[in-house]
Nanobody
Framework: QVQLVESGGGLVQAGDSLRLSCAAS????????MGWFRQAPGKEREFVAA????????DYADSVKGRFTISRDNAKNTVYLQMTNLKREDTAVYYC?????????????????WGQGTQVTVSS
């Protein structure tokens, strides 16, 4: 089992950058593929980015491709989401999630563990 705690959210202006972190408990972090999702008010939770256990494979939603970068540090049990050129439509609660998978996963139903979320608000 793994516990996930997100941090790094906040209020920023359009065009700014922000880095989210997700710290995982336990000694088997490298066994989990990780993902970032987000949920805006009144909308479904949506896929943002995912990374494989080793970090060698990543993928992104089209809406964030070229602006967001997912990475992980298995020695620190942490996954990151670097967000640049933020837009108002990026405003949401951002969640990290973990699954014991060899590749990467795109759907909320794929993931076994979730953090509590961190709010990102982008003003224009």
């Amino acid at each position: 089992q793994v516990q996930l705690v997100e941090s790094g959210g906040g209020l920023v202006q359009a065009g700014d950058s922000l880095r989210l972190s997700c710290a995982a408990s336990g000694r088997t972090f490298s066994s989990y593929a990780m993902g970032w999702f987000r949920q805006a008010p009144g909308k479904e939770r949506e896929f943002v980015a995912a990374i494989s256990r080793s970090g060698s494979v990543t993928d992104y939603a089209d809406s964030v491709k070229g602006r967001f970068t997912i990475s992980r540090d298995n020695a620190k049990n942490t996954v990151y989401l670097q967000m640049t050129n933020l837009k108002r439509e990026d405003t949401a609660v951002y969640y990290c999630a973990a699954v014991t998978a060899s590749g990467i996963a795109y759907y909320t139903s794929n993931y076994d563990y979730w953090g509590q979320g961190t709010q990102v608000t982008v003003s224009s």
